[in-house]
């Protein structure tokens, strides 16, 4: 099976499974430290993984990418601190944040990536992220990223009880 159909089979797979799951649950929630995990879409295919404050100010994020075309071979790793500014409640944020960014290749590069964005909390176990991540690499040469839009859909593994039943 050729790697684009497997991950066509994943991704909707992957989207099923979350909408099924979002389905299931309750709407309200009580948001705030929680841990998800997802695939992100855009310049670059990746694995988030992020875990929000108890406050829900804040949310530290790896984002483990790789890239399918045969002409680029290379890992990224960003490891990102971001700031929460809640728009709607607890559940719609606007996000902005920064860390080091890490990419493996033919040679190692190291930089500040940045992030900034919308994080939304469609249900208690389904996370959607929209954001731009662009990358300043300035170990081993000198290169700026800017083309790494990109949309993200997590599953909350420790989703918060309603407390306002």
């Known amino acids: 099976m050729k ?4 991950k066509k089979v994943f991704v909707k797979w992957f989207l099923f499974a979350c909408l099924f799951m979002a389905s299931k649950q309750n709407f309200a929630q ?3 430290g929680e841990f998800s995990m997802g695939p992100r879409f855009g310049g670059t295919t990746a694995l988030s993984i992020k875990k929000h404050s108890k406050s829900n100010l804040s949310a530290i994020e790896f984002i483990g990418g790789w890239n399918f075309d045969e002409n680029v071979d290379g ?7 971001e700031k929460l500014a809640p728009l709607s409640g607890k559940r719609l944020a606007a996000i902005i944040g920064a ?3 890490f990419a493996f290749g033919d040679e190692f ?3 500040a990536a940045g992030i900034i964005g919308l994080d939304w909390r ?3 176990v389904v996370n959607l992220q929209f954001d731009w991540q662009p990358t300043w690499y300035f170990v ?3 290169d700026f990223s800017a ?10 593994f420790n989703r918060q009880k309603d407390k306002s039943k």
């Open 140 to 142: 081993n040469g000198s």
């Open 75 to 81: 890992v990224s790793i960003n490891l990102l601190f």
């Open 99 to 101: 860390g080091p960014g």
């Open 122 to 124: 469609v249900s208690r």
């Open 30 to 32: 009580e948001a705030g």
């Open 109 to 111: 590069r190291f930089g």
């Open 3 to 6: 790697k684009s159909n497997l």
């Open 147 to 156: 083309l790494n839009g990109g949309f993200t859909i997590r599953y909350v």
